[in-house]
Each structure stands twice: as C-alpha cells, then as structure tokens.
C-alpha cells in the first residue's frame, strides 16, 4: 500500500510563501485506480514527485509496502510517468531506453531485452523501436513514458495525466492497460483533468483543493452521493402549456423535458401533471464526475 501520512510542502520565493499541500493524507492499495483530481496548481503533481522522491516534504511521511524514502527497496516499488521527457534519455532508442530501465531496476540483459520488445509491441511503438527517442511524436512519447514507468512491473504505478496527447486508439489502449494493471492486483494512482478517463477508470477519487483532500471516497458511493433527481421525459405529443409546478426546461419541439425534483416522491406528482400528454420515455439522469468534481471545488471567482 501507498501510505501518504500528514504531508506538507510550501514553496517559499523571495517574495512570498506559496503552502501547497497542508496535511495531506491519501492511501493507495494494491488492485484498485486511485483518481487525484484536482484543478490547475491544486498540487497533484507535487505528491506524485513527493511519493517518487523528487521533492522533499517540509513535513509528513511517506511509504509504499512499509518502506520509506531511503531504503533501497522503496524505488523497486513503484514507477512512474510525470512528465513524457523524464528517465527517457534522447538520443537512445525507445528499445535501448526501456531495456536500460529494466536492467537497472534489476533484470537481466536477455529479460530486459523480451521485456523492451514486448511494451513496444503492445503499445504500437514497433515500427519506432530504433528511431532517436528525440524524433517520436509527443504521443508517441507519452507511450514510450508509460511503458517506462511500468517496465520493470512494479507493484504501484504512479501516471500524471497518462492520457495527455494521445489519439483516440491510443487513449482506449491506454486505458485498457490500467484496467488490466489493476485487475492484476497492481495499486495505480493516476490524476487527470478528463472527467471521463477519471469516470472509468477510477475505483476511488480523492480530490485536492486548496492544500487538503476534499473528498477521498469510493467513486460508486461519490456518484452515488451526488446522484441527481433529474429526469429526462419524452413525449409523444409536444406540451401545450407550461403546468409544471416543480423546475423544468423544454426543448423546442416542446416533447423533451428535463424536470428537477427535490424529492424522488415527486415523481407521481410529475405523472399526474403530464397525464393527458402520452409519455413515450422517462429516465432519470446520472450524476457525473465533471459536475461533482465542479462543486466539490467551487471557488468564489469560479461561481
Ligand atoms: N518548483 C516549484 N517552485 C515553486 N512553486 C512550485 C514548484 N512546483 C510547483 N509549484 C507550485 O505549486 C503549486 C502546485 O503545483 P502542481 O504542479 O503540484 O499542481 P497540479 O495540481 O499538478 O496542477 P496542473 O493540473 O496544472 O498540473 C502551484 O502553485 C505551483 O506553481
Ligand atoms: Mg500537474
């Protein structure tokens, strides 16, 4: 397990003190895609580089499988994608980049080899596998960053907006491979500003505003929490008048609706008002993450 304990990180310039993180706490455990969501500046990313050892904390502790910043092990446990340029060397080859990291996390030079050749096939880099890692596309290095972040198959892996700058198939394929991760018991911790990518992927969402985790919950019960009663309405015949007491809005054939009700109950008085209307369809709409995540971190300028 990933144990990020009370951390707090400021920056200080000449002219001020920015406080980052304040007391922030967050768990990740082996099997399941952890979301960190947060808005620009928020300091996503300074946990991630606090947890891979890049930035010191000003205070709090860290840990991943009970070993902490320091001990030989605590590197083998984890790997990560911060930025696409990062632990990629430029003028090497994505082949010789990936069999490089394999053999220094510990793999012999013939695994390393299978393993490079491997993640180049799967993630479509093949046809690339020679060029100077400096000439690939910035997708293209994005993959090349992930299968180095994943090379050596550590326990936890640690991705900054993974998806930045992928193309559609890349992006699914991507995705698929986190899934697959964490159906293999692999403890991911992933932070993304695509609401959709953090939808479906994302067993958990924690979620950083203004220096401390806001919310950290199971997304089934965070959608749940914020499931609207909001209903969307087809009729067969468009509404003449407008007889809706509760709030509502009409499109212009005036045969959709989307009606707001402050209690589920309310449903039968909806019924009751539209009766003479035929109804083709009435389903309720589900809350999304976008909207949660929104209000979860509304700031007054924002409102
Ligand atoms: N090396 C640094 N020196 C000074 N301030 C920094 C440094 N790194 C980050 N910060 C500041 O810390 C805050 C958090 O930055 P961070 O990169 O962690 O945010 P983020 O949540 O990853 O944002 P984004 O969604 O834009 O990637 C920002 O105010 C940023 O300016
Ligand atoms: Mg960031």
Redesign the pocket.
């Known amino acids: 397990m990933i144990q990020v304990e009370s951390v707090e990180k400021a ?1 200080t ?1 000449r002219k001020n003190t ?1 406080r ?1 993180l304040e007391r922030v706490s967050l768990e990740v455990r082996p099997g399941e895609v952890c979301a960190l969501l ?10 991630i580089r606090i947890i891979c050892g890049l930035v010191l904390p000003d205070a709090g502790r860290v840990s991943i499988n009970g070993y902490t910043l320091g001990e030989p092990e605590y590197m083998a446990q984890f790997g990560a994608l911060i930025d696409t340029n990062r632990g990629l060397y430029p003028r090497l080859s994505p082949l010789e980049n990936l069999q490089y990291t394999c053999m220094v996390r510990g793999m012999s030079r013939q695994a390393a080899v299978e393993r490079a050749k491997h993640l180049l096939e799967e993630l479509g880099l093949w046809d690339k596998r020679n060029a100077p890692t400096q000439t690939l596309s910035k997708g293209m290095l994005s993959k090349l960053a992930f299968a180095n972040a994943i090379a050596h198959d550590p326990p936890f892996v640690l991705l ?2 993974p998806t930045l700058g992928l193309d559609i198939d890349a992006a699914e394929a991507l995705e698929a491979q986190i899934r697959q991760m964490a159906q293999s018991g692999k403890g991911i911790l992933l ?1 993304t ?1 695509q609401m959709e990518v953090a939808e479906r992927l994302a067993s958990r969402v924690a979620i ?1 505003s203004k220096g401390r985790i806001a919310v950290d919950r199971p997304k089934s019960e965070l959608m749940a929490m914020f499931a609207r009663q909001t209903y969307r309405v087809v009729l067969a015949e468009p509404l003449l008048e407008d007889i809706l007491p509760m709030a509502h809005s009409l499109d212009e054939t005036r045969t959709v609706l989307e009606v707001s009700l402050e209690h589920p109950r309310q449903i039968y008085e909806l019924m009751d008002k539209l009766r003479p209307a035929p109804i083709k369809h009435i389903e309720r709409l589900e809350a999304d993450l976008g909207e949660i995540f929104k209000t979860l971190t509304k700031e007054p300028h924002h409102v």
Do not use: A, F
């Open positions: 920056y310039s920015v980052v947060g808005r620009n500046g928020s300091g996503k990313t300074t946990t900054d907006e932070t500003h950083l």
